[in-house]
């Protein structure tokens, strides 16, 4: 992905006080990432009061691309709307789980959101942990290009040959990238050696040799020991399987699922266990373990986030420790 100088939609949209980064410290963009089950949403809602108890209006941004759906609540852990303390969210229940959601499309619209929110004066933050979805809203990037009769002979290729053989090609051309997509993502898989078919290089792993800011932006990293992320993940699943992930599941049957919807960690073994296909036992234990390797492949991404400031998951200061960095007050953590 190509690094672009700061954008001319930037100035226009901002002024060039705030592409230059002089319109307030405390506006600036703050994205706190890390894997799933490390506190995330907590601490975006900790900071956004904080914030508000000075009088900086916050408001926060979905960065979960699963999140993006309507009806899949308890299989992405998405905050009820009673649970978000008033606090204003965006980019939560966009999509029919029958839509595909797209990166570009995302980019563009969180970019859009961020803008706003800062013309008004107050302090947008990101949160998530779709690594792709933070890095093309993060970074000054552009997209590859696209070629349409590559992509169906490769969607052909998918279906006739199956996800294993393509990530297996995949591997084969560009291992850094087979790594960061995973062995079943067939739709990023197909995007990844259409794009090495269109340009002749590597995909990568989806982030620019040169991080560029987009604009002003303090990214906070949450940090846990692998054994006790591991213990809190395996426990989140279960909780999902008590709270009523397949009553979900059938509400959500009856209108479809996409090929995006149909991926996520959870409602995938879901359907197989309501199809019979695994038993309940089985379709927990699946879905813990890739949920272990997908916090894996997202410790993996943003640790290449040269600017991120980390903490961990149970320090009693990360709050006070974020709010100064926010703030650009002295005493604010260094890297963890």
């Not at 954008?7 to 963009?29: K, M, R, Y």
């Not at 040269?306 to 903490?311: A, F, G, K, V, Y």
């Not at 007050?329 to 260094?334: S, V």
Request: hydrophobic content about 40%; proline content about 4%.
């Amino acid at each position: 992905m190509t690094p672009l100088t700061p954008s001319a939609e930037l100035q226009a949209e901002t002024g060039d006080s705030v592409a230059n980064g002089t319109h307030g410290i405390a506006q600036n963009l703050v994205v706190i990432v890390g894997a799933t089950g490390t506190g995330k949403s907590e601490l975006s809602l900790d900071l956004a009061q904080s914030l508000n108890r000075r009088g900086l209006h916050a408001e926060i941004i979905n960065a979960d691309a699963m999140q993006l759906y309507r009806g899949m609540d308890i299989g992405t852990a998405k905050l009820p709307a009673s649970e978000r303390r008033g606090i204003r969210h965006h980019l939560l229940d966009v999509l029919d789980p029958t839509d595909d959601a797209s990166v570009a499309r995302y980019q563009a619209d969180a970019r859009q959101i961020i803008l706003r929110i800062r013309r008004e004066g107050h302090v947008p933050i990101l949160v998530g942990g779709s690594g792709l979805y933070i890095s093309s809203v993060i970074h000054d990037f552009q997209f590859p290009p696209r070629d349409s009769q590559v992509r169906a002979r490769l969607e052909t290729e998918l279906g006739t040959l199956g996800v294993g053989a393509l990530f297996h090609r995949l591997r084969e051309l560009d291992p850094e990238a087979a790594q960061s997509i995973g062995h079943s993502n067939g739709r990023r898989i197909v995007r990844a050696l259409e794009v090495m078919e269109i340009t002749g290089k590597p995909f990568g792993a989806g982030l620019p040799e040169e991080q560029t800011l987009w604009i002003p932006s303090h990214i906070v990293g949450i940090a846990a020991p692998r054994e006790q992320l591991v213990a809190r993940l395996n426990d989140r699943v279960r909780g999902m399987w008590r709270s009523g992930l397949l009553d979900e599941v059938r509400s959500l049957r009856p209108r479809g699922f996409g090929a995006t919807a149909t991926r996520a960690i959870g409602y995938a073994q879901a359907i197989k266990q309501l199809n019979g296909e695994l038993s309940e036992a089985d379709a927990v234990d699946g879905t813990a373990a890739l949920t272990r390797r997908y916090a894996r492949r997202q410790v993996g991404w943003f640790k290449r986030y040269r600017q991120c400031q980390w903490l961990s998951y149970d320090d009693p200061d990360r709050v006070r420790n974020t709010l100064a960095m926010v703030m650009g007050e002295n005493g604010a953590y260094g890297n963890a």
